[in-house]
């Protein structure tokens, strides 16, 4: 059995094998792209892995909101495939969550409501726009912002 390790600073030169792992885990090379896109436009503010003896098993990424500003979303979390469903995701996105709200900063994400509220994140307050769907934007971490439109970095490409 595969014990992942603690969630940590992605590395420089993990960026190949964390690309193999967006791809296995989506299924396709979109989120690899985003990511790489997200890279050269400096976008980024963190990346994270979940390593194991057998090497990275799991990934997120922050990146800086265009608006509201000072806001971070969360996106691409992945998990390697054999390893979905044993609660390694939902303890990475709870881990940063938390930091979220000890740190002050307001997180953002996108996708699967039942998913990110087990893991700390509320759905987002009325008010906002966003040109992708707002009943499944979620938020963690002190909302600071008045209600306004969500602007992602143009590596979105929303």
């Known amino acids: 059995m595969i014990r992942p390790d603690f969630l940590r600073d992605m590395r420089r030169g993990e960026e190949p094998e964390v690309a193999a792992l967006l791809a296995q885990a989506f299924g396709g090379k979109d989120e690899a792209r985003l990511v790489e896109a997200l890279r050269k436009s400096r976008a980024i503010a963190g990346e994270m892995v979940l390593p194991s003896k057998d090497g990275v ?37 709870g881990m940063i969550t938390e930091w979220g709200r000890l740190s002050g ?54």
């Open 57 to 93: 098993v799991g990934y997120l990424a922050l990146a800086a909101m265009t608006a509201p500003k000072g806001w971070l979303c969360l996106a691409p979390v992945a998990i390697r495939p054999d390893l979905q469903g044993l609660g390694h995701g939902r303890r990475m996105v």
């Open 105 to 158: 900063n307001t997180l953002v994400v996108l996708g699967d409501p039942a998913f990110y509220t087990r893991c700390g994140f509320t759905p987002i307050s009325d008010g906002f726009t966003s040109p992708y769907p707002i009943d499944h934007t979620l938020t963690a971490g002190p909302a600071k912002a008045a209600p306004s439109a969500l602007i992602y970095p143009k590596a979105f490409g929303g």
